[in-house]
């Protein structure tokens, strides 16, 4: 696996910075069109500081999936400590931005083998949290886990998420609206109306 290279100040601005662009690039014209030459223009330093503080561009890609995983595990870790957190993992899963950039590498992961194993190192984790919390909260609201098992249901909500998006981004949307409905009651009858964040307590877990 391609490991990036680590400068003394891994958290510096120009690295930040970097990352940034990348990120941004991504986004808008798909990771194709991230180039060690296009982002050192981008962020107004010398190309050569890519390599420098990345290695390669595997290196760059790795830390930058890398860095969203974890600022995405954190909104999962408390999402799931929410009072409604078959509300919160929903709205989590149905995020735009989340899942337009996870879409990104995973097309990436299709030409570099080392985001292929992060993402399947991450998808591990994000799993075994997601069934591990979801399992004893479909359980207290007395879901037969035998005929709707847990981890069925996650999938579903992921797999229909990122399905409903790669759709819109052709401009296609038929259904949509009544796949969303059909799911938000399900939520809907299990936690009530989805409150907003603002009026929810995390509850933190006792140790």
């Given at each position: 696996?391609?490991?990036?290279?680590?400068?003394?100040?891994?958290?510096?601005?120009?690295?930040?910075?970097?990352?940034?662009?990348a990120e941004a690039i991504?986004?808008?014209?798909?990771?194709?069109?991230?180039?060690?030459r296009r982002l050192g223009a981008k962020v107004g330093v010398n190309s050569a500081l890519v390599s420098y503080y990345f290695g390669s561009m595997?290196?760059?890609?790795?830390?930058?999936?890398?860095?969203?995983?974890?600022?995405?595990l954190?909104?999962?870790?408390?999402a799931l400590r929410s009072p409604q957190p078959l509300w919160a993992l929903w709205d989590l899963t149905h995020d735009y931005s989340g899942n337009a950039l996870t879409m990104e590498f995973?097309?990436?992961?299709?030409?570099?083998?080392?985001?292929?194993s992060e993402i399947a190192a991450y998808s591990t984790k994000?799993?075994?949290?997601?069934?591990?919390?979801?399992?004893?909260?479909?359980r207290r609201h007395g879901v037969d886990l035998d005929r709707w098992p847990a981890v069925s249901l996650?999938?579903?909500m992921a797999g229909i998420s990122r399905y409903l998006h790669m759709e819109e981004a052709f401009g296609v949307d038929i259904g949509?609206?009544?796949?969303?409905?059909?799911?938000?009651?399900?939520?809907?009858?299990?936690?009530?109306?989805?409150?907003?964040?603002g009026e929810q307590t995390v509850v933190h877990p006792t140790p």
């Open positions: 696996m391609a490991r990036a290279r680590r400068s003394p100040v891994d958290n510096s601005a120009t690295r930040t910075a970097l990352l940034d662009a991504m986004l808008d014209e798909g990771y194709a069109a991230v180039s060690i595997d290196g760059l890609f790795v830390e930058l999936f890398r860095r969203g995983a974890e600022r995405s954190h909104k999962l870790t408390e995973l097309a990436l992961s299709n030409h570099r083998k080392a985001i292929r994000f799993r075994t949290l997601q069934l591990e919390t979801l399992s004893d909260v479909l996650i999938l579903a949509h609206r009544e796949t969303i409905a059909v799911i938000e009651r399900e939520i809907r009858t299990l936690e009530g109306e989805r409150r907003p964040a």
